[in-house]
């Protein structure tokens, strides 16, 4: 099983960019599917990048185009890249498996953009 460990997250204005970080402890990272999720102030949280043990990926609508999960096997780690963010990007993000059977959660690191 992954524990996951995020970091990255900052206060950027928008338009700006920022890499988030994902360092997992554990074994078999490799094997899982791996995700980005957020959750924003009174809202749940949503899955909004993930990435197969292959390295194929899907992304939410809201963050296509400008957000670009990947993933180092070697390292154990998982990455997100966001550009060209935006207000309503403000969230914790948090990363985990993908799937039915979550691992428990890290704490997750703040995204706050600025108008």
């Known amino acids: 099983q992954v524990q996951p460990v995020e970091s990255g997250g900052g206060l950027v204005q928008a338009g700006g960019s920022l890499i988030l970080s994902c360092a997992t402890s554990?074994?078999?990272?490799?094997?899982?599917?791996m995700g980005w999720y957020r959750q924003a102030p009174g809202k749940q949280r949503e899955l909004v990048a993930g990435?197969?043990?292959?390295?194929?990926?899907n992304y939410a609508d809201s963050v296509k185009g400008r957000f670009t999960i990947s993933r180092d096997n070697a390292k154990n780690t998982v990455y997100l890249l966001m550009t060209s963010l935006k207000p309503e990007d403000t969230a914790v993000y948090y990363c985990?498996?993908?799937?039915?059977?979550?691992?428990?959660w890290g704490q997750g690191t703040q995204v706050t953009v600025s108008s």
């Open positions: 990435i197969t043990s292959r390295g194929s990926t």
């Open positions: 554990g074994s078999g990272f490799s094997i899982y599917a």
């Open positions: 985990n498996t993908v799937g039915p059977a979550p691992v428990p």
